[in-house]
C-alpha cells in the first residue's frame, strides 16, 4: 500500500496541496520543559489518539518516519478504520530553549480521507508551550463526498478530543 494523495510531506512546512482544505487548530498548553517534553512522549507515543477515543494498533512504539499505524473509531460492526504512514518526525533538541516536535502522518488506501495530518508541540523562549494540530484532505471516495458534512463534523470532533488529550498530558494525567 502506497501513501495516497498529492503534497507527501507538506504538514512539515505548512504548504497545501491545491484543491485540499486545511484545518489548523492551535491550543495553549502550559508553561515550562517537563509539560513540553510530557506532551512531546505523548505525542510521539500514539497517546493522543488514544486519548481522543481512537483504538490504535501500530508496528512501532513510537512514531518514526514509515511507521504504519491504524486509528480505529466507530463501536463493533460500525467501526471504521483508517489507515496511515508517518512521513516525518521531529524529536525534541535536548538543549533548552525555543523548539518544537511531533509528527506527521499521511493517508494509505481504506482510509475514509486522502490527506495528511500533523502533530506538533512547541515551546518558546518564554517557556510557553503551544499544541497545533494541521490537517489538509479530501474525501476519499464518493461514498465518503456525499457525507462530507459529517466528515467534518467528524474531523472537527476528533481535533477537539486531541486537543483535550493534549491538555491531559500537559498536566500529567493518567
Known amino acids: 500500500m502506497q501513501l495516497n494523495y498529492p503534497g507527501i510531506g507538506f ?3 505548512g504548504r497545501v496541496p491545491e484543491g485540499y482544505p486545511c484545518v489548523v ?3 495553549y498548553l502550559g508553561e ?3 509539560v513540553y517534553l510530557r506532551v512531546v512522549r505523548g505525542i510521539l507515543g500514539w497517546e493522543l489518539q488514544r486519548r481522543a477515543g481512537l483504538r490504535v494498533r501500530a508496528d512501532a512504539a513510537v512514531a518514526t518516519p514509515g511507521a504504519r499505524v491504524v486509528s480505529g473509531f466507530g463501536v463493533g460492526p460500525f467501526r471504521l478504520d483508517a489507515p496511515c504512514e508517518v512521513v516525518w518526525v521531529h524529536h525534541p533538541a ?6 518544537s516536535a511531533g509528527f506527521g502522518y499521511g493517508t494509505l488506501p481504506g482510509h475514509p480521507a486522502r490527506g495528511e495530518e500533523a502533530f506538533e508541540v512547541a ?4 517557556g510557553t ?3 497545533k494540530i494541521t490537517a489538509f484532505s479530501r474525501p476519499a471516495n464518493w461514498f465518503y463526498a456525499a457525507g462530507t458534512l459529517a466528515t467534518r463534523a467528524a474531523q472537527r470532533y476528533v481535533t477537539s478530543r486531541y ?3 493534549a491538555r491531559t498530558l500537559a ?3 493518567s
Not at 535536548?94 to 523548539?99: C, F, K, L, R, W
Not at 515551546?123 to 518564554?126: E, G, K, N, Y
Open 123 to 126: 515551546i518558546d523562549a518564554a
Open 11 to 13: 504538514t512539515e512546512d
Open 171 to 173: 498536566a500529567g494525567e
Open 129 to 131: 508551550v503551544v499544541l
Open 94 to 99: 535536548a538543549s533548552e530553549g525555543a523548539q
Open 32 to 34: 515550562g520543559r517537563d
Open 163 to 165: 486537543i483535550e488529550g
Open 25 to 27: 487548530r492551535e491550543a
